[in-house]
Nanobody, 124 residues
Framework: QVRLVESGGGLVQAGGSLRLSCTAS????????LGWFRRAPGSEREFVTA????????YYADSVKGRFTISRVNAENTVYLQMNSLKAGDTAVYYC?????????????????WGQGTQVTVSS
């Protein structure tokens, strides 16, 4: 069992930045891919970005490429999401997710463990 706790959400003006953090606890001795997803009001949960264990290879949704950066510090069991040039369309609840696989995926069903989510609101 892996428990994920996100932090860092809040209200920011368009063009601003936020950094989200997600710390894992529990069965963290084995490697696992980590990802960020988001769900806007009235929409389904969508992939934002992910990072593989070992290789550190990263994946991004087209809508956030060049603006968001995912990184992880394995020794701290923590993954970060740096969000720059935020837009009103980025407003959503952001979820951290962990997979049993070392290789990151882009689909929600590839992730077994989920955090409770953190609200990000971008005002225009």
């Amino acid at each position: 069992q892996v428990r994920l706790v996100e932090s860092g959400g809040g209200l920011v003006q368009a063009g601003g930045s936020l950094r989200l953090s997600c710390t894992a606890s529990g069965r963290t001795h084995s490697g696992y891919a980590l990802g960020w997803f988001r769900r806007a009001p009235g929409s389904e949960r969508e992939f934002v970005t992910a990072i593989s264990w070992g290789s550190g290879r990263t994946y991004y949704a087209d809508s956030v490429k060049g603006r968001f950066t995912i990184s992880r510090v394995n020794a701290e069991n923590t993954v970060y999401l740096q969000m720059n040039s935020l837009k009103a369309g980025d407003t959503a609840v952001y979820y951290c997710a962990a997979s049993d696989s070392w290789v990151a995926g882009t689909r929600t069903n590839e992730y077994k463990y989920w955090g409770q989510g953190t609200q990000v609101t971008v005002s225009s």
